[in-house]
């Protein structure tokens, strides 16, 4: 993968340097909080699918395994690990269907912090969380495979709505910084307490187009992928004591309509009617994906939603014959085990009997990026193909 930030400015110092050898004398030993001969191997996956969780805490009382929903399906709860006697504490758990997992640690009852054996993290609003993958054998839509590889810019924009700088992560295909052709855009969101760089690097936005392009499975694209809550911080110095606050839809619709989407138009080659233009996103980028469709027929007409119902009031009073005339595609896609199911089920059943057409992929599994990854992967091959 490649990467092109805009107006960032990195500096390295060379001349910066931590626990520096003084000339002929030996190093100076690494602090207790430091000393790499304390890193256990975690996670370790092995061959029968089962992964030893192993963390070095040797004055913790309690260490719990917190996971994300593919991990919840198979140990159902926040499980213990237990203390050895080098001051290492272990759990195995599994075996787990191969994908995509996320878990962390709880010690001593604090909040949920990343395994620092593993380098590997999803990035999340309210702090960071570890990932590993279980390989399959058969071949994923996330596998990195040897095929042309497109590129991700993050860019940086003043959003003049909000009064602040604010971020988009955009991948482009193979080719396009030496080509001229004009190429459809699809506006992908994330989900609550995500931000804009977790479509691609946790859910692999990038592979998967990437895959898909090199198979012949859809049209080359562009996926812009922008930040969907209103602030940065859950809570500030100024108002410690307030509790997350929900996303203002509103605001982010504003957000995307009148700034990132002009931004996009005038900094990329894209096509700009709306035939081809498509919007998806997972969750919290489920609902406002939905909303965003529903207040601007004439900008999208392509619609992906996966694993959260929008608004019921405003699917209800939809114009359900403009719906068939001006959607080319309404993608809806859920798990059995995920908790939003039944509003996903009802929203299904609710177009069925407006005889509003839709595909409906109900899936296996919960909450999580195994199933948002092939969400977007089947989504994706429908895009744009007239």
């Given amino acids: 993968m ?3 930030v805009a107006a960032a400015l990195f500096i390295v110092s060379a001349g910066l340097g931590v626990c520096q050898r003084p000339p002929g004398g030996p190093r100076a030993p690494a602090p207790f909080y430091e000393d790499t001969k304390n890193i256990p191997v975690s996670p370790e996956v092995q061959t029968d699918r089962k992964v030893i969780f192993r963390l070095f805490a040797p004055k913790a009382s309690e260490v719990l395994l917190m996971g994300s929903p593919g991990i919840l399906e198979v140990i159902k709860k926040p499980l213990p690990l237990v203390r050895g006697d080098n001051g290492v504490w272990s759990l195995t758990v599994g075996p787990l269907a191969p994908g995509f997992y996320t878990y962390g640690y709880a010690i001593d009852g604090g909040l949920r912090t990343p395994d ?3 380098p590997n993290l999803e990035v999340r609003r309210w702090g960071p969380t570890s990932s590993f993958v279980i390989p ?7 596998d990195e495979r040897r095929v042309p590889h497109g590129s991700v810019h993050v860019n940086f924009y003043d959003s003049p709505n909000l009064n602040v700088q604010r971020m988009v992560y955009v991948y482009t295909p193979p080719g396009y910084e030496t080509g001229k052709q004009k190429l459809p855009v699809l506006y992908l969101l994330h989900g609550n307490g995500q931000i804009e760089a977790s479509w691609t ?5 990038h592979i998967i187009m990437d895959n898909l392009i090199a198979d012949g499975k859809i049209k080359p694209m562009i996926v812009v992928m922008p930040y969907g809550h209103v602030t940065r911080e859950i809570k500030t110095a100024a108002n410690p004591s307030a509790a997350p606050s929900p996303t203002d839809a509103g605001t982010i619709e504003k957000e995307l309509m009148t700034a990132i989407k002009p931004m996009v138009e005038s900094r990329y080659r894209v096509l700009i009617d709306r035939n081809h233009r498509a919007i998806a996103g997972l969750s919290m980028g489920s609902a406002q994906s939905q ?16 694993s959260a119902a929008g608004n019921r009031a405003e699917w209800e009073k939809a114009d359900f014959d403009a719906l068939n005339k001006k959607l080319k595609v309404l993608w809806l896609g859920c798990g059995t085990e995920d908790f939003a199911y039944s509003g996903m089920k009802n929203l299904h059943t609710l177009l ?3 005889k509003v057409k839709h595909t409906w992929n109900e899936s296996g599994a919960g909450h999580s990026w195994p199933n948002w990854q092939v969400y977007l992967t089947k989504y994706a ?5 007239d």
């Fill in 136 to 142: 399959g054998q058969d071949e994923a839509p996330i």
């Fill in 116 to 118: 620092p054996s593993n």
């Fill in 352 to 354: 069925e009997t407006k």
């Fill in 201 to 205: 690097w946790t859910g692999r936005t």
């Fill in 2 to 4: 490649r990467v092109r």
């Fill in 291 to 306: 909303m965003i469709t529903l207040h601007h027929l004439d900008q999208f007409a392509y619609l992906g939603a996966f």
């Fill in 381 to 385: 091959q429908l895009l744009f193909r």
